[in-house]
């Protein structure tokens, strides 16, 4: 099977790039991504079977593996949760289908949004990891909007190895995240 894009990137461009920089020795030292973290909260379809059914297959469709649905813990009555009640689904993509996913979503699906200028630099949390947020997975290729009946986002974060935001930043730019320019 032929390598993705971002691999592709990743290896001939950003790598070397990366080590004449920093006069880095090793690839070892190199920034990578080391997973990406997708999960979609249920919400009020809890309690509904079907509609909960359907929210996790188009989960399953949109990351391309099998999905784990998450149990709530202890009970919040607030909420109407009860201890064991299913409240979302969760995936951790590593290797080509990370590639895969990521060179989805940075060419396909985020330029898809309304109004779209890019993902704010504020995602990055101080340990060189980036999460953001999708509003409607009906912006997903997979997804037919003629059989959705309930519009839910999904939150993804990407885990990489680098110890600063600046670090993380340069890989994801390098790989084609599409931040909101900076103003001066």
């Given at each position: 099977?032929?390598?993705?894009?971002?691999?592709?990137?990743?290896?001939?461009?950003?790598?070397?790039?990366?080590?004449?920089?920093?006069?880095?020795?090793?690839?070892?030292?190199?920034?990578?991504?080391?997973?990406?973290?997708?999960?979609?909260?249920?919400?009020?379809?809890?309690?509904?079977?079907?509609?909960?059914?359907?929210?996790?297959?188009?989960?399953?469709?949109?990351?391309?593996?099998?999905?784990?649905?998450?149990?709530?813990?202890?009970?919040?009555?607030?909420?109407?949760?009860r201890e064991g009640m299913e409240i979302g689904v969760k995936a951790t993509l590593r290797g080509r289908r990370?590639?895969?996913?990521?060179?989805?979503?940075?060419?396909?699906?985020?330029?898809?949004?309304?109004?779209?200028?890019?993902?704010?630099?504020?995602?990055?949390?101080?340990?060189?990891?980036?999460s953001f947020g999708i509003d409607d997975q009906m912006i997903f290729l997979e997804i037919d909007p003629n059989k959705v009946?309930?519009?839910?986002?999904?939150?993804?974060?990407?885990?990489?190895?680098?110890?600063?935001?600046?670090?993380?930043?340069?890989?994801?730019?390098?790989?084609?995240?599409?931040?909101?320019?900076?103003?001066?």
């Amino acid at each position: 099977m032929a390598s993705s894009n971002i691999r592709t990137t990743y290896n001939d461009k950003f790598v070397p790039e990366y080590m004449a920089s920093r006069n880095i020795k090793t690839t070892m030292a190199v920034p990578k991504i080391a997973k990406v973290s997708v999960s979609m909260g249920l919400g009020s379809v809890k309690e509904n079977d079907k509609e909960r059914e359907e929210l996790v297959r188009e989960f399953v469709q949109i990351v391309g593996q099998a999905a784990v649905v998450t149990k709530a813990r202890k009970s919040i009555a607030g909420f109407n949760i009860r201890e064991g009640m299913e409240i979302g689904v969760k995936a951790t993509l590593r290797g080509r289908r990370m590639d895969n996913f990521l060179e989805k979503i940075f060419n396909y699906v985020l330029p898809r949004t309304r109004d779209f200028r890019g993902l704010p630099a504020s995602g990055f949390d101080g340990n060189g990891n980036y999460s953001f947020g999708i509003d409607d997975q009906m912006i997903f290729l997979e997804i037919d909007p003629n059989k959705v009946r309930r519009r839910q986002g999904l939150q993804v974060t990407i885990v990489t190895t680098a110890n600063t935001d600046e670090d993380a930043k340069e890989l994801l730019l390098a790989l084609g995240l599409p931040l909101q320019k900076e103003e001066d």
